[in-house]
Structures are given as structure tokens and as C-alpha cells.
């Protein structure tokens, strides 16, 4: 195995178990490893400090483990039975819920591995090209600790992988080949396209949110901007909404909003779905919606788009505050990692004193459980979110 030198000081933060090691804190390696090997990392003073995946840019190191251990089909059982009994205790599997986070990167001492559970199946995602190399034993692992209850993997990485790393990579089966869609949120079903949808096919990081809205919703008109697959929408109806419109730039999202929908209400003809730029039917809606959710894809992947995000969150929420009826409730959210709280909160309170309407803070939202954030690692935190009642 390769071996990785820190520069003197350099080892402080590994101390406090942070899982990343940045090039500029390198001294000096033994022999240049391939993008995606397995290294072990030492001190200036020869010291072993941990062990992890190498790959090429600012973050040379993801750490895997602070034990000099293997890294094999054992290592993941290990890390795989430690994240289901998690998700045991904090009440996440089981009952009328079979969709979950399994695996939460860094959140879950995985650095660069994301799992989802839509019933039988596992939709399984390298974000790092040492998780992609390591997919297959993964695989053979997540079969290991899961038994019966695991019929399929389906790998889903095309978009996650840095590009100039030139894997070639296709998403397909690594396990089964069942393509039943269908899954179950808190006793919702809902399609899930993990052949062709965004990120794993459903974006399970919402679930307790959509909880929430539901509380909300009943005699409520509502408007779900970017919905998606709907799941906003089809918790609303449950809640008793008066009528739910379903907006998205995507009409293939629209069909399975739709599709969703009709799962779970059949011939309900309080919700409709409209195909649109969200900003242009913002800017041209009659509805006298007083629930509305801003679900946005993360405006800014990286912090070079930070000013540019900030100004798209702050005119997206001017509009909606311009547009809501008094005594409104807006559920808004922002998934870009690097937009921080605060600087969400500052462009949020920035549009609502633009648009002259007096706001009230009900609730400050978050990921949740089954998305934990590494305490070593507070980068983990991505998601943000206010809900909001407007005068």
C-alpha cells in the first residue's frame, strides 16, 4: 500500500477525525498512487493517522478509517451494519416507511458514498472514484448485512463522478434487475426513476418536511414550485388541501408528479400540473395561493456561485412574497452546499423586506435523521430551510 506524508502540523485536524485531507497539506508521497487506491497517511514524525481513498484535486484524501485496517468486503459489512442499526433506532425503517437513506457520505464515516432503500432495492451512488472502484465488494456487503430484505442494486453514478476522471461509467444493476418503481413514504407510494431521474430517483432528504407542509395544508390553496416527482403535492392532498397545483420546467417531472398522484388520490381533481419556467408562472399567476413551497435545485455547486445563488434565492422568494395572499405560509428551501444557513436566511429576510410584507419565522428546517451530519465534519450540513407565515 502507498504511503501519503503530512507536513509538520498538518495532522491536527485528523486529530479531530475531520475526513478530508486537503493537497496543500501534503509533504510528500512514497510512490504516485492511482486515482481511486487505497493509501495509508502518516505524520511528519512517521506516524500512521489514517487510511483512505487518494484521488486528484484540492481533497487528496478521503479518509475511510483511523484504524490501520483493511479496507475490504468486512471493512464495509462493518460500516453497513453500524448505518442500519442506525436507522433502526431512530425509527426510519419498518412500518408504513421502506424508503431511507442508508448511507450518508461523510455522515455516515463513508466518505464519498451515497445509499438510498426503496423497498427491495438499493440505489447505490460513488461520488468518489475510490467508491467506484470499490462498488462491486460494496455490493457483495450491502447483500451481507441486508439478507432477504435486499433484491436489487442499482448503481447510479453517470453524474456523480468527477468527469476528468474518464471512467466511462454506465449506471445499471449490480444485483436483481426488477424495475417495480414503486415505493412507500410514511404510507404515500410514489414512482421512483432511478433509471433516469436526479439524484437516486426521489429526493428522501424531505420526507419529514413534506410531513410537516401536510400539518399545514388543510383548506389551503397550494403551489409546489419545482415539485418534481410531486411529493410536496401528494402529502398536501392528504392534509386536506383545497386544490394543489404542481410546477416544473421538466415535462417528463410533470408526467410523474402526475403519475404519483393518481397513485395515491385517483380521478382527485384538486391537483393540476403545469410544465413551465417557475419565475414566469410566478410572475404570471392569478391563483390566490396562501401555501406555497420553494424547492429550488441547489443554485450553486461550489463557491464560485455564491453570489450569483444568493441573488437567484432572494428574487425567487421577492416574487413569492409578492405574490402570496395574507396570512400565507411559505415552505422555502435551499440544498446548496455552499450556501450556509445564515447566508440563506440573509437572502430570504432581504426578499421579504423588498416585497414590504411583514414575516414570522414558525419553523427552521433541516435534513433529516437518516442524513447525519459527521460532528468531525460540519460541511455535511446542506440543507436549509424556513417555513414562514406572511401577513
Not at 431511507?100 to 455522515?107: D, T
Not at 444493476?173 to 414512482?191: R, S
Not at 389551503?220 to 392534509?239: H, I
Not at 435545485?297 to 437567484?312: E, I, Q, S, Y
Request: glycine share 8%; proline share 3%; hydrophobic share 40%.
Amino acid at each position: 500500500m502507498k504511503s501519503i506524508f503530512l507536513k509538520r502540523g498538518k495532522d491536527e485536524s485528523l486529530r479531530r477525525f475531520h475526513p478530508w485531507i486537503f493537497s496543500g497539506a501534503i509533504h510528500h508521497i512514497s510512490e504516485e498512487p492511482q486515482e481511486g487506491e487505497i493509501v495509508q497517511v502518516f505524520t511528519s514524525e512517521n506516524e500512521y493517522i489514517a487510511t483512505g481513498h487518494y484521488q486528484i484535486g484540492s481533497i487528496m484524501v478521503r479518509v475511510l478509517s483511523f484504524e490501520n485496517e483493511p479496507i475490504d468486503q468486512h471493512f464495509y459489512e462493518k460500516k453497513l451494519a453500524i448505518a442500519i442499526d442506525v436507522r433502526h433506532r431512530i425509527g426510519v425503517i419498518g412500518g408504513n416507511n421502506n424508503t431511507y437513506r442508508l448511507v450518508h457520505g461523510e455522515g455516515d464515516n463513508l466518505p464519498g458514498l451515497v445509499i438510498d432503500i426503496y423497498g427491495t432495492t438499493a440505489v447505490m451512488q460513488a461520488h468518489s472514484v475510490g467508491m467506484h472502484i470499490d462498488r462491486e465488494i460494496i455490493a457483495k456487503a450491502l447483500k451481507v448485512v441486508m439478507g432477504d430484505a435486499l433484491q436489487n442494486i442499482f448503481y447510479k453514478s453517470e453524474t456523480t463522478l468527477p468527469f476528468k476522471a474518464d471512467l466511462g461509467q454506465e449506471n445499471g444493476f449490480l444485483l436483481g434487475g426488477n424495475t417495480d418503481d414503486v415505493a412507500t413514504e410514511n404510507g404515500l407510494k410514489f414512482h421512483v426513476d432511478w433509471l433516469r431521474g436526479q439524484k437516486t430517483g426521489f429526493f428522501v432528504d424531505q420526507r419529514d418536511n413534506r410531513s410537516l407542509l401536510e400539518r399545514y395544508s388543510k383548506g389551503r390553496k397550494v403551489l409546489n414550485m419545482f415539485c418534481y416527482t410531486g411529493g410536496f403535492s401528494f402529502y398536501a392532498m392528504r392534509g386536506g388541501a383545497e386544490l394543489v397545483h404542481s410546477v416544473d420546467s421538466s415535462q417528463k417531472a410533470i408526467d410523474l408528479t402526475n403519475a404519483n398522484v393518481a397513485l395515491n388520490f385517483p380521478e382527485d381533481k384538486r391537483h393540476e400540473a403545469f410544465a413551465e419556467d417557475a419565475f414566469r408562472f410566478l410572475e404570471k399567476m392569478e391563483t390566490p395561493y396562501d401555501l406555497i413551497i420553494l424547492d429550488p435545485p441547489a443554485f450553486a455547486k461550489h463557491k464560485d456561485a455564491l453570489r450569483n445563488a444568493l441573488k437567484g434565492y432572494t428574487r425567487l422568494n421577492k416574487k413569492a412574497f409578492e405574490k402570496i395572499q395574507p396570512g400565507g405560509i411559505l415552505f422555502t428551501f435551499s440544498c446548496s452546499q455552499a450556501v450556509n444557513k445564515d447566508q440563506f436566511r440573509t437572502a430570504v429576510f432581504t426578499a421579504a423586506a423588498s416585497a414590504g410584507r411583514n414575516v414570522r419565522i414558525l419553523h427552521q428546517l433541516h435534513q433529516p435523521a437518516d442524513h447525519p451530519i459527521n460532528i468531525y465534519h460540519p460541511e455535511g450540513e446542506y440543507l436549509k430551510g424556513l417555513v414562514l407565515y406572511v401577513e
